[in-house]
């Protein structure tokens, strides 16, 4: 399988500012996603972004495909948006996701 | 819809016994997957299963043994449980694949503790 890396591996944010967690891959991708893991241990989908832009709220995900990248952006974080965000991926044909090591995001009020 | 469910959600096993870990959904997903979670390692995949009849292993498949024999249940099997299977386990579904526009649903999770 592709290898993952997720930067930064922590983040700490004041309630209200924006963040980018990044995400690189070893080849090319052809399923990305992103989770949150909240502090209560459940994974939860965010985006489903092989390419593209996708928004939800105060998230949205970037993947520029060529270049072997996903971007998440948080806007104006809440203390709910603190956890481990997980990116993960697959290539063509590849029925194994696989993820990289997280990174973990503090909000404080 | 109950979406995947695992069961139990604690367990504590000695050195050498066997057990299953339950994993099901109701939204008729062809892939299933189970998964590892261990401190600052991510996710780790152990095996997976693209329909009924079929699975195939994933990154960390030793120890471990699966069936699928109806769409809905995915079992884990544990053969002689190690200290070193001591790991937060995820069973995880996909409606049609990793290759097509469908996200993957994980379960709460099983804790899993090995003595």
């Known amino acids: 399988g592709i290898q993952v890396e997720q930067s930064p591996p922590d983040l700490i944010l004041q309630e209200g500012a924006n963040s980018t967690l990044r995400c690189n891959f070893s080849?090319?991708?052809?399923?990305l996603q992103w989770f949150h893991q909240n502090p209560w241990g459940q994974l939860i989908n965010l985006f489903y972004?092989?390419?593209g832009t996708k928004q939800n709220g105060r998230l949205s995900a970037t993947t520029v495909a060529t270049e072997r990248y996903s971007l998440l952006y948080i806007s104006s974080s809440q203390t709910t948006d603190s956890g481990v965000y997980f990116c993960?991926?697959?290539?063509?044909?590849?029925?194994?996701?696989?993820f990289g090591a997280g990174t973990t995001v503090t909000v404080r009020a | 819809n109950a979406g995947v469910t695992q069961t139990p959600k604690f367990q504590v096993l000695k050195t050498g016994q066997s057990m299953t870990l339950q994993c099901a959904q109701d939204m008729n997903h062809e892939y299933m997957s189970w998964y590892r979670q261990d401190p600052g390692m991510g996710l780790r995949l152990i095996h997976y299963s693209v329909g009924a009849g079929i699975t195939d292993q994933g990154e960390v498949p030793n120890g471990y043994n699966v069936s699928r024999s109806t769409t809905e249940d995915f079992p884990l099997r544990l053969l002689s449980a190690a200290p070193s299977q001591t790991s937060v386990y995820f069973c995880?579904?996909?409606?049609?694949?990793?290759?097509?526009?469908?996200?993957?649903?994980f379960g709460n999770g099983t804790r899993l503790t090995v003595t």
């Open positions: 080849d090319s991708v052809n399923n």
């Open positions: 972004i092989p390419s």
């Open positions: 995880a579904s996909s409606g049609q694949g990793l290759q097509y526009n469908s996200p993957l649903h």
């Open positions: 993960a991926g697959s290539s063509r044909n590849d029925y194994k996701l696989s």
